[in-house]
């Protein structure tokens, strides 16, 4: 039936005027789209919305394709590493879907030649526009064909082609470094410290609970098996926290300012 179906399309396709955008999605894909009009809303980035017309765009696509590519990626990572724990899975799993990492994707695979802007794409507002083109692809092939296509693009062209996931794998981000950083940077006291170490019972294990203060501020926890692995994790909540939330980031800034005025 699939077969049948695959033909039908290639037949189809053949007889359009309008071929070239079915073409576009083919060679990115490996297969020929049903519903162009959806793959045309995803590469349609909201710089195109001009006062007084038309108002769609495609980041409600980015907010499906978003959730889409998550659960096939965690399928995938699911099947491929069936003797590694939760928290493996987790973050390899965030590595494979950050918006750089997309952004990347998007460029890899021809995706962003086909990206309808206005403006420089190379401002901030678009810094990742790329990426979020990508998700509302995801969104588009999952509105056209199914899970199972999403499943397959994913397989067969993304982490055959372009992404080695083992390699993905294996980058260590040192969030604590980067917070580190950050705080020499604007000449900010910090320390981390162990809150708690228990031994779990079912597999006797000890596990460590670890906080970050900053200026006097408890600004991110983490947990893990090794103290070393414990401050990572404090320090990744930490400075994700800090990065997002400015009035966070300006309380710090403060508190150093009055502990120099001492």
């Known amino acids: ?21 079915y073409l576009q999605i083919k060679r990115i894909t490996g297969f020929v ?24 765009n495609n980041e409600r696509l980015e907010f499906l394709g978003d959730a889409v590519l998550g659960s096939v990626v965690a399928d995938i990572l699911y099947e491929k590493y069936p003797n590694q724990q939760e928290g493996f899975l987790t973050t390899l799993r965030s590595k494979l879907v950050r918006r750089d990492m997309l952004n990347k994707l998007a460029e890899q695979i021809k995706l962003d030649e086909l990206v309808k802007y206005t403006g420089r794409k190379t401002s901030a507002h678009n810094s990742y526009m790329n990426g979020n083109a990508f998700e509302a692809f995801i969104g588009a092939i999952y509105l056209d064909k199914g899970y199972s296509h999403c499943m397959k693009f994913m397989k067969d062209v993304v982490f055959k082609k372009y992404v080695n996931i083992e390699d993905v794998s294996k980058i260590e981000e040192n969030y604590k470094s980067k917070l580190i950083e950050w705080c020499q940077k604007y000449q900010l006291d910090f320390i981390f410290d162990i809150v708690s170490e228990r031994t779990l019972l079912d597999n006797n294990t000890t596990q460590f609970t670890s906080r970050v203060c900053i200026e006097g501020i408890y600004c991110g926890t983490g ?40």
């Open 33 to 56: 789209p049903d519903n162009i009009n959806v793959y045309k809303m995803a590469l349609k980035h909201k710089s195109t919305n001009h006062k007084g017309g038309s108002h769609k």
């Open 223 to 262: 947990v893990g098996y090794s103290k070393k692995e414990s401050h990572q994790d404090a320090a990744k909540h930490a400075y994700n926290h800090i990065k997002r939330d400015k009035t966070l980031a300006n309380s710090l800034l403060e508190a150093r300012d009055k502990r120099n005025a001492l």
């Open 1 to 21: 039936m699939k077969t049948y179906k695959n033909i039908r399309s290639k037949i189809r396709l053949l007889f359009r005027k309008d071929k070239e955008p």
